[in-house]
């Protein structure tokens, strides 16, 4: 998927965040995720922790990647470091070619506000926000005039079947209707890579069948999107499942023998 970069997000993306020259775009596309022996250790009163020892992973644009694995195999930490949110004590990881590990503190969170939307499991919503009020808080910081951000966040609640709920408060919404708040919100500002940890882990499993359909309409259009699950059921959606185990990539589905647990 070619991104597409309004007039002003080109004005504010800065110089440092800006991909390589044109002449890699094939390149830069096919490695859209690039991370190689990626590593985190959490150092704390008691024995470190390696949440992370040594993941290797190529994906390209427009991948609607599944990870999977039981709990506690860095599912979590792994989102986190694609999410430019934790530094890795070891490895690297480029998103469009932009090494987000090497940027100045600042531009990576220019990184984050320009290339990601995330979807938590626990929705995270502002509960004396509405709907609508919800989804325009990540346009706060554009240079774009109110009420453009107020058609672009109801456009972006009728793509995930909410515009009639746009005046509600979250604590009037349903669960599913709240995750798709949540997904509107992190739609707002068309990011190229959407990160979802267990986006359906509070769902009943009609509900995680709607929502699921939705990111695959997503990921038709061409998003790429992260997905962490445990849920076994919503595999075949991904055009890709990789299993991880003690923090490293154990295997791939279907590929996996059968007794892996994830
Ligand atoms: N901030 C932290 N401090 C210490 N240990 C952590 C921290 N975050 C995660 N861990 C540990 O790292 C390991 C991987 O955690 P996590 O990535 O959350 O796994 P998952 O999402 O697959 O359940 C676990 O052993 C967890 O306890
Ligand atoms: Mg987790």
Redesign the pocket.
């Known amino acids: 998927m070619a991104v597409v970069i309004s007039e002003t997000d080109q004005e504010t993306r800065p110089r440092e965040v800006a991909p390589a020259a044109p002449s890699g775009q094939d390149e830069r596309a096919a490695r859209f995720i690039d991370v190689r022996g990626l590593q ?1 250790t ?1 150092e ?1 009163d008691g024995a470190p ?1 390696h ?1 992370l020892r040594g993941l290797d992973l190529v994906a390209p644009e427009g991948s609607f990647l599944g990870v999977m ?12 470091m694609l999410g430019g949110l934790s530094h890795p004590t070891g490895g690297s990881i480029a998103v469009d070619g932009i090494d987000l590990y090497a940027l100045p503190g600042e531009r990576l969170a220019d990184f984050r506000r320009e290339y990601l939307g995330f979807v938590f499991q626990s929705f995270n919503l502002v509960p004396y926000l509405t709907a609508l009020e919800n989804v325009t808080l990540p346009l706060a910081v554009k240079k774009m005039p109110s009420a453009d951000k107020r058609s672009r966040a109801l456009e972006v609640l009728e793509r995930v079947g909410l515009a009639d709920r746009a005046g509600h408060l979250p604590g009037k919404l349903s669960g599913g209707e709240q995750e798709r708040v949540a997904i509107a919100r992190a739609l707002v500002n068309e990011p190229p890579l959407i990160l979802a ?1 267990e986006p359906t882990g509070a769902l009943d499993s009609e509900t995680t069948v709607e929502i699921m359909d939705l990111f695959a309409a997503l990921h038709r259009e061409g998003n790429t999107i992260v997905m ?1 699950t445990h849920n076994p059921e919503i595999q075949p959606f991904f055009d890709r499942t990789i299993v ?1 185990r003690d ?1 490293r990539l154990d295997c791939e589905l279907p590929a996996c023998p059968v007794d892996t647990p994830v």
């Open positions: 985190k959490f704390g922790v949440a694995g039981q709990s506690g195999s860095g599912k979590s930490t792994f989102l986190a940890d962490v991880l923090g």
